[in-house]
């Protein structure tokens, strides 16, 4: 069943230059994907693709000068962006969550770590104080910090970074929503940490057929936690499909690219770094975006290339997709 439809996405940043011209930076430009209860999408893309533009425009928290100038992002049945913003408060914290990168910012300095997730449990579910103080030890227990009731009563400076992220992470799944988005929620943990809340965010996806948006650098990561991946270049999906099909059967020149330059593989020399400077998005080329950087680039990519099937439920945009 589908829980989040997001349909020909446009976010723009608009601004006027010194001499007063408006100036548009098409950041995304008609993001489409749908994702089934019960599944994990991973979404990969270079550093400034617009992967964290689009959490921010499903959550409805751009800030100016971004804007939302066309599209839907379709979640039980509403379109979230025509949706009040008193209506979209209320399902922030309870139906939608979002992690992000930066626990610190994003926890309150002056009150103890129990009586933050407390208060998110209360404010969305109404719980009285006790029930609510013990969901939030429960919590904490089960995003793996030890001593769950001891850090309960902390403060968020007497925690590490790695439990300060882990704590957002608990605050963030204590309602149970039905839509997760994590942008890039275990950059910076060790190796462990990282597994246990990875594990637990896809458990909890199974468990309750939620639906989970994780947002990363981190092919493998992909590879183990998502069932599927899309990947996106200059604010676009280029390509998108099962997790193991994409990874066997990588057909987006850019794809192939990405994977082809993971660390992992240029450590062992069967690498290729990118070229070419990445794109302008004040002025985007007409047809594929990726065509200055493209090697299979011909004259037919000045047009708009299709969003066509490359493999069985495995889709890419392009003119000349690699061979299966
Ligand atoms: N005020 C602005 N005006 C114009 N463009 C902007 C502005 N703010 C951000 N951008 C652009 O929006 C694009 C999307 O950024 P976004 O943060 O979504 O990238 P990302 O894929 O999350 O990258 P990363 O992997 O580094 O987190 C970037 O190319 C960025 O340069
Ligand atoms: S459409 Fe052309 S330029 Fe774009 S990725 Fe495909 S081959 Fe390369
Ligand atoms: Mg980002």
């Not at 992967?51 to 921010?56: E, G």
């Not at 928290?61 to 804007?67: E, I």
């Not at 719980?127 to 009563?153: N, S």
């Amino acid at each position: 069943m589908t829980l989040l439809a997001v349909e020909n996405l446009h976010t723009h940043f608009i601004s006027r230059s010194l001499d007063n011209e408006i100036r548009v930076a098409k950041a995304l430009n008609g993001v489409s994907f749908a994702l089934e209860r019960g599944r994990v999408l991973g979404l990969v893309g270079e550093t400034g693709a617009g992967k964290s533009l689009t959490a921010l425009s499903i959550m409805g928290l751009l800030k100016p000068p971004a804007l939302i100038v066309g599209g839907a992002v379709r979640f039980e049945g509403r379109d979230l962006v025509t949706l009040p913003p008193a209506e979209l408060n209320k399902l922030r914290g309870d139906r939608l969550a979002l992690i992000v990168q930066n626990p610190r910012a994003s926890l309150d300095p002056l009150s103890r770590i129990g009586d933050q997730l407390a208060r998110v449990h209360r404010a969305h579910r109404g719980a009285d104080a006790a029930t609510a103080a013990r969901r939030a030890v429960e919590m904490l227990a089960a995003v793996g910090l030890p001593d769950p009731e001891r850090r309960a009563r902390a403060w968020p400076h007497e925690l590490s970074g790695g439990m300060a992220q882990r704590v957002l992470i608990a605050m963030a799944l204590i309602n149970e929503p039905q839509l997760v988005i994590a942008d890039e929620p275990t950059t910076g943990l060790d190796v462990t940490v990282q597994a246990q809340i990875l594990d637990l965010i896809r458990a909890t996806v199974r468990e309750r057929s939620l639906g989970a948006i994780i947002i990363t650098h981190d092919l493998g990561v992909v590879a183990h936690y998502c069932d599927e991946i899309a990947v996106m270049y200059a604010g676009s999906i280029v390509e998108q499909g099962e997790t193991r099909d994409v990874f066997a059967r990588p057909r987006h020149p850019y794809t192939i690219n990405l994977i082809d330059s993971t660390p992992e593989r240029l450590a062992i020399g069967s690498g290729r770094v990118f070229g070419g400077p990445p794109p302008d998005l004040f002025n985007l080329p007409p047809g594929c975006h990726y065509r200055p950087r493209c090697p299979k680039a011909s004259p037919a990519c000045v047009a708009e290339p299709p969003w066509a099937a490359v493999d069985g439920g495995h889709f890419a945009r392009c003119h000349h997709p690699g061979p299966a």
